[in-house]
């Protein structure tokens, strides 16, 4: 509530967001706070996130100051830990994602007209439509980046994803669907972005923002 006051109070601020992927877990918490928020809901395949929690542990893990000493049976190892290979882990990463999709899922089948649920994949090849839609359909003044501008390919790799995914489906079915589900929504919310609304109304003129 502070945090609202603060941002909405401020002079010269009539905008204002924030990109938080835990958020996703309080999505209906915000929305009693904020019931005209607006959100881009962004997923990514569940195979790739699983993969690249396991790989962010495993740097973390290189990243302590004896691994260069290890031996190298001690070495693969700890890879094999940080791998597809840990069944647990791997479990749980992906449990994980399902449920934060799930959520997502929820909120934007019930606020329609407050969510966009695209792929990863869309943002980076239509970021300029998904601006113009937040711009004229929500009532946004944003500015579009050059998407080389702002994204790193190396940060989203996944080496021989197809292996991943389907053993990944394996692990855990219950991505699978909502992945799925999640494919319907991303298809609806796509054309919305390339068949705007009309503007919205100058104050005045009909119903105002």
Known sequence: EQLITERTGRAGIDQWGWKEPRTTVLLDFWHSLLPEMKVLVVYRH??????SMLRRDLNRERNRENWPRKARRLRARIRWQYSFGNIPLAQTYLRVWNHYNRVALDFARAHPAQTLVLHVDDVLANGDAVIAYMNQAW???LQAAATRAVYDPKLMQSDALPVRAAWSALLAPACHITYRELAGLRRESL????SPPDPLPMHGEGESR
Request: no cysteine.
């Open 191 to 194: 054309l919305e972005i390339t």
């Open 46 to 51: 569940y195979a790739q996130v699983a993969d």
């Open 139 to 141: 009532g946004y003044h």
